[in-house]
């Protein structure tokens, strides 16, 4: 049976931007004071300076393109692909997921947040602790209603993956 279970993968390539410019901010600042100093005196680098510019290029421009070439590990068609729930239920299911999971992330933001302002004194003991108890109090809530809903859409799918083996069966048995 397919893996039902939900993984969340940000498609976030922050990553690679600031690889870059931390490959340009270094050679800017070991090679010169500008770019335009530094393209002036290329003809003055030394062999082991020219090696080291070089490097850090290739590997910027491999962070930068190997994420587009290599794309998704796995093929779509993969029977044995994970398959997030959000893909398996109903519209309706799947929105109902998308709400509960972007409502779960925006509460442990909130708590996120509300625990920085405490440890920077912004807040008093006790209203920390009211605020808290009733954040966690919510993705508590928020975190039943999601596992409540993947069960409902893998009891579904294992439901239509018994009709269609009882279907393969009994076309088996004409055959």
Do not use: C
Not at 51 to 66: D, E, F, K, S, Y
Not at 69 to 80: F, K, Q, S
Not at 138 to 162: H, P, W
């Amino acid at each position: 049976m397919t893996s039902l279970k939900h993984t969340s993968r940000p498609q976030n390539n922050a990553w690679v931007f600031t690889t870059v410019a931390l490959i340009v901010g270094l050679v800017v600042v070991v090679y010169g004071d500008s770019i335009a100093e530094m393209v002036q005196g290329v003809a003055t680098f030394s062999a082991a300076g020219l090696v080291v510019v070089m490097a850090l290029v290739v590997v910027g421009v491999l962070a930068v393109v190997l994420p587009l070439l290599l794309g998704e590990t796995e093929p779509a068609t993969d029977p044995d692909a994970e398959v997030p729930l959000s893909h398996l239920g109903t519209p309706r299911q799947n929105r109902a997921l998308e709400i509960l999971y972007a409502e779960k992330e925006r509460l442990l933001h909130a708590i996120r947040d509300l625990d920085f302002d405490y440890d920077l004194g912004k807040l008093a003991d006790d209203a920390y602790a009211e605020q808290r108890i009733l954040l966690v109090r919510q993705s508590v809530a928020v975190m039943a209603k999601i596992e409540e809903l993947e069960n409902e859409i893998a009891a579904q799918q294992e439901r239509i993956e018994a009709a269609l083996a009882a279907f393969r069966q009994s076309q088996r048995g004409q055959a």
